[in-house]
């Protein structure tokens, strides 16, 4: 089994930046991939960002592309979520997911965290 739990949220102003942290226990040598997902009011959850067991491959939904940098340390067990030029739109409750098979980067999740509320005022 794999724990995750998220940490960095908040209220912040459009334009401003913040840091999601996750933390990874329990049977972390299993994960291959992990990602951020958020959920809005109202609508599905959908993918935001992932990154693959070593770091080196990351993949980016459009809307955060260029805004989002995902990373990972693997001697922590812990996969941060950089946020810069945040929009109200980016409100949203967030959620750390780990994949345990190499597929797709955007789907087939197997670990969730609790998640972390992020809302950005106008």
């Known amino acids: 089994q794999v724990q995750l739990v998220e940490s960095g949220g908040g209220l912040v102003q459009a334009g401003a930046s913040l840091r999601l942290s996750c933390a990874a226990s329990?049977?972390?040598?299993?994960?291959?991939?992990m990602a951020w997902f958020r959920q809005a009011p109202g609508k599905e959850r959908e993918f935001v960002a992932a990154i693959s067991r070593s770091g080196g491959n990351t993949y980016y939904a459009d809307s955060v592309k260029g805004r989002f940098t995902i990373s990972r340390d693997n001697g922590k067990n812990t996969v941060d979520l950089q946020m810069n030029s945040l929009r109200p739109e980016d409100t949203a409750v967030f959620y750390c997911?780990?994949?345990?098979?190499?597929?797709?980067?955007?789907?087939?999740?197997?670990?969730w965290g609790q998640g972390t509320q992020v809302t950005v005022s106008s």
């Open positions: 997911a780990a994949g345990l098979r190499r597929n797709s980067w955007y789907a087939d999740y197997d670990y």
């Open positions: 329990g049977r972390t040598s299993i994960i291959y991939k």
